[in-house]
């Protein structure tokens, strides 16, 4: 019985293990995918910057222009003037 339980756990340790890697190479995809985007929603903003949301609100409070086509909708981001507006600060 405890040999059982032994090789159930190797089992799951092997299968969790693999599902790791799998995410890991999802994640990078989904960062390649974001990085060939010129136009970026905030969460992809956040991920592509690594910055948190409070962050990004200060930045837009320093200046920084936003694109938000309807009040109370999605904010969109110009991918190269947060570029550029990061770079003068």
Excluded: C, H, W
């Amino acid at each position: 019985m405890r040999k059982l339980k032994e090789r159930r756990f190797v089992f799951l340790l092997n299968r969790t293990n693999r599902l790791k890697k799998r995410v890991a190479v999802l994640e990078s995809l989904a960062l390649e995918n974001i990085k060939a985007k010129e136009i970026l929603t905030v969460e992809e903003t956040l991920e592509l910057f690594k910055m948190s949301r409070s962050t990004f609100d200060r930045l837009r409070k320093k200046g920084f222009k936003v694109s938000q086509p309807n009040r109370n909708g999605k904010i969109y981001v110009n991918r190269a003037e947060l570029e550029k507006f990061l770079q003068k600060k």
